[in-house]
Every structure is written in C-alpha cells, then in structure tokens.
C-alpha cells in the first residue's frame, strides 16, 4: 500500500496534535502516525505524576492556559484540575482530536525514512509505504530513555518499589520526583548530581526546577528522609554506587533519572546535532534534511530552549507558516495564533530573567 499526501506528522502527543490542529484550521491535508495510542507517553508516566506547570483557565482575560496546545482549550475548564496527571491530560488531546478531526493513525510504528526521490519523502512503515512533501517529527523523547548499567527507570507507579533505601541518579524534574514519592511511601531517598539542580533558583523552568518541584523539596525539609549530594558517580554495580566522595551499599537497584535521548529514535538520522540537541534553521527545519522539521521540547535555538508546552506551542505556527509559504499559501490563523501568544519567532526575550 502507498499513500500520498502532503503533510506527515510524526507523534501524537502535545506536540503532534497541536501543530496538527493548526494544519487542519489552515486546510492542509495531514495525517499523524503514532506507533502506540495518543498521548503515549502520557500514558505511561507513573501514576502519581503531575504535570509541573499549572493548568489555569485564563482564555476570558486573555491569558491562555499554560498547558493547552491550542489558543482556544483549556485543560484546566476540560479537566477542571490545576496540576493534571498523565491520563486526565490524554483525555484533553482526545478531546483536541476529536473536535478538529485529526486523521490519527495509532499503532503504526514508522520503521525507516529515505530521500531517494527529492520531492517527496517516503516512510517505510508497519502499514506500507506513505509519502510526503513535509515531514514533522513530533516523536519527543521519553520513549528513549538513557541507560545506565545495572539501574531501573519508573514504571508505572513509584508504590511498585519495596520500603527502604533508594539510591536515585539525577537530581531534575524527575529524579525530585522520585524522592518526593518513595519518602511518601515510607523510604528514605540518596539523590545524586553533580549540577546540585536543586541549589538554584532560575526563571526559565525549562533550565532548573519548577517552583511545583521546589514546593515538594520544602515539604520533605526537617524530614530527613531525603539527602541530595552534589557529586559525580563514578561506578554503578548491582551492590554499590560509587561517587567521587562516597561509597553507597545498594538495599535496591539504583534508580536511573538521567533523562532521555532523541538521537535514538529516528530522529538521529533526520538531524545534525549539537551538544545534544537537533540543529534547526530559524524555521525549526533540519539543517539536514530539507522539508523535515521538528516541534516538540527539543527545540533549541541559541539560548532559547522550548522544553515546556506553553513555550514549544509558540513554534507552531512558525513552522506552519514556512510550509504554507513553499505551497504559496497564507492564512488568517496565523495572524490569529500570533496574536493570542502562539507564535514567537523574535527570541531576543527569551534570555531575560526575572528580577524578583
């Protein structure tokens, strides 16, 4: 089977249904192929997380919900929560699909891409071959998570691990997590990183912790059921973790929260990277493949990282202008998207701090 058509999205979480629902209202034919169910990842957080950032209803004033990926919803008047968890906020993209139309194919795993002809992009996939003339990979990261040897990762809720000591590595978003939620349950937590996260107070959550997380570690204070050491491990085994200072004997397997890897997914073979993270052009186009462009957290340019929804949400109608350019096309949306906050493509502001 081959399917033509001119846009192909690559992932059907915030980042996918969002520019997605921006392509539709632009009438531009699309589909989106996910090799698992909308929002997978979401569906596989743990089931005690959280979203960090606060879902507010603010669309009446003008000030559009943190956490929606479009400027007219609002998970927070959908789910009527302020901090959703992985599955409420699965509902909220259900619901985007389903009020725009979204052509959404689930489980279908992509399996390799090629440029062979230069106009079209063909995707070899688990239900045949589909060509394009754009290609967004919208695929994220947290289906690829690093490795390190003889650790495990969360599974689907932090009450699957037995009572007692943990030894946590990485003290991010995650790792912060992951203390909070087993000193709950009743064990003591060692969180290990040598960039000590925790020490810094930084306005842009995309580069330090959230104050969500920060009220959690306040809440742990005086406890003494969480230690966080500034240091650099140096070993891993089944029985110990050896750090530059300490040798720390294992009651459990180490627990690895060191973040994810996108260059192991396909995206490897669809961007040049730097220091980790895909080159784009100003248009968030590969500087490799031309007619590939990303949307999604990995998107970096200078000192501007779009790690979080209300930022990453603001390239979509960057990049569904460039594409609507090359068709020789325009759209009224666009200009409505930049109105409503959507769209940034100035990013001289993004480097500024909060001054109190």
């Known amino acids: 089977m081959s399917v033509n058509i001119p846009i192909i999205i690559v992932g059907a979480g915030p980042a996918g249904i969002g520019i997605a629902t921006l392509l539709?209202?632009?009438?531009?034919?699309?589909?989106?192929?996910?090799?698992?169910?909308?929002?997978?990842s979401f569906h596989r957080w743990p089931k005690e997380t959280r979203f960090i950032s606060p879902s507010f209803t603010g669309n009446f004033f003008?000030?559009?919900?943190?956490?929606?990926?479009?400027?007219?919803?609002?998970?927070?008047?959908g789910l009527q929560t302020e901090h959703p968890t992985g599955l409420e906020y699965v509902d909220y993209l259900e619901t985007i699909v389903e009020i725009y139309k979204l052509d959404v194919r689930e489980k279908v795993t992509v399996q390799d891409i090629n440029f062979k002809d230069k106009n079209l992009i063909?995707?070899?996939?688990?239900?045949?071959?589909?060509s394009c003339n754009s290609l967004i990979w919208a695929g994220g990261e947290f289906q690829f998570p690093k490795k390190l040897?003889?650790?495990?990762?969360?599974?689907?809720?932090?009450?699957?691990?037995?009572?007692?000591?943990?030894?946590?590595?990485g003290g991010g978003e995650s790792?912060?997590?992951?203390?909070?939620?087993?000193?709950?349950?009743?064990?003591?937590?060692?969180?290990?990183?040598?960039?000590?996260?925790?020490?810094?107070q930084i306005s842009d959550s995309s580069y330090g912790l959230s104050p969500?997380?920060?009220?959690?570690?306040?809440?742990?204070?005086?406890s003494k059921k969480v230690e966080l050491i500034e240091d650099y491990v140096e070993e891993i085994t089944t029985e110990t973790v050896t750090t530059k200072k300490r040798v720390f004997k294992l009651e459990h397997p180490a627990i690895d929260a060191t973040g994810f890897d996108i260059t192991k997914s396909i995206a490897g073979k669809l961007f040049d990277f730097k220091d980790g993270y895909p080159s784009l052009t100003d248009c968030d186009e590969s500087t490799r493949q031309k007619n590939v462009f990303l949307v999604?957290?990995?998107?970096?340019?200078?000192?501007?990282?779009?790690?979080?929804?209300?930022?990453?949400?603001?390239?979509?109608?960057?990049v569904v202008r460039e594409i609507l350019n090359r068709m020789g096309k325009n759209s009224e949306v666009i200009a409505e998207y930049a109105d409503k906050g959507f769209l940034l493509d100035d990013l001289s502001c993004c480097g500024d701090e909060c001054t109190c």
């Open 122 to 130: 063909s995707l070899i996939t688990t239900e045949g071959t589909m």
């Open 296 to 318: 999604g957290s990995n998107v970096y340019h200078e000192t501007a990282l779009f790690c979080f929804i209300y930022k990453f949400r603001q390239r979509f109608a960057v």
């Open 175 to 200: 790792g912060v997590e992951a203390a909070y939620n087993l000193a709950n349950n009743g064990s003591t937590v060692s969180v290990i990183d040598h960039d000590k996260p925790w020490a810094d």
């Open 62 to 77: 003008g000030s559009v919900d943190l956490n929606s990926i479009t400027p007219e919803s609002s998970p927070a008047y």
């Open 212 to 222: 969500y997380t920060f009220d959690r570690l306040r809440s742990l204070k005086g």
């Open 24 to 40: 539709a209202r632009c009438e531009i034919p699309t589909i989106i192929l996910e090799q698992g169910r909308i929002g997978e």
């Open 149 to 169: 040897n003889h650790t495990v990762r969360v599974g689907s809720s932090y009450k699957n691990f037995p009572k007692g000591h943990h030894i946590v590595i």
